[in-house]
């Protein structure tokens, strides 16, 4: 859960929510929410937090569950265009989202740094 991560985060840095929330702009009460899972944090937020901790910005998105969800729309989104393309056979269109698929497959598999 994001809120247990964010506490262990936190703790791991030696602050307390008050400190927290002073290098944060978050109000006490607020982080205290988050962390106890009764809020879900906007992603001004969880920015202002991972920076505070030291932490990535993408890991603290990913483990709140945002950036999967942006990554499979942005996905979505690709292969709406080409099969919407009106220039392209529908050949065109297979080959085009093979390829695309076997690049994301390719990336997933080994990362770039």
Do not use: W
Not at 16 to 28: C, E, G, H, I, Y
Not at 51 to 69: D, K, M, R, V
Not at 84 to 110: G, P, W
Request: proline share 4%; charged share 20%; net charge negative.
């Amino acid at each position: 859960m994001l809120g247990d991560f964010l506490r262990t985060q936190r703790r791991l840095a030696n602050l307390s929510l008050r400190q927290l929330s002073a290098m944060t702009a978050v109000s006490n009460p607020y982080l205290s929410q988050i962390e106890r899972g009764l809020h879900a944090p906007s992603v001004r937020v969880l920015k202002s937090i991972s920076e505070a901790l030291n932490l990535s910005t993408e890991a603290l998105l990913e483990q709140a569950g945002l950036l999967t969800e942006t990554i499979a729309t942005e996905e979505a989104a690709t292969e709406a265009a080409l099969r919407a393309d009106t220039r392209l056979t529908a050949q065109q269109k297979h080959a085009l989202l093979s390829v695309y698929h076997s690049y994301i497959e390719a990336n997933e598999a080994d990362p770039a740094p």
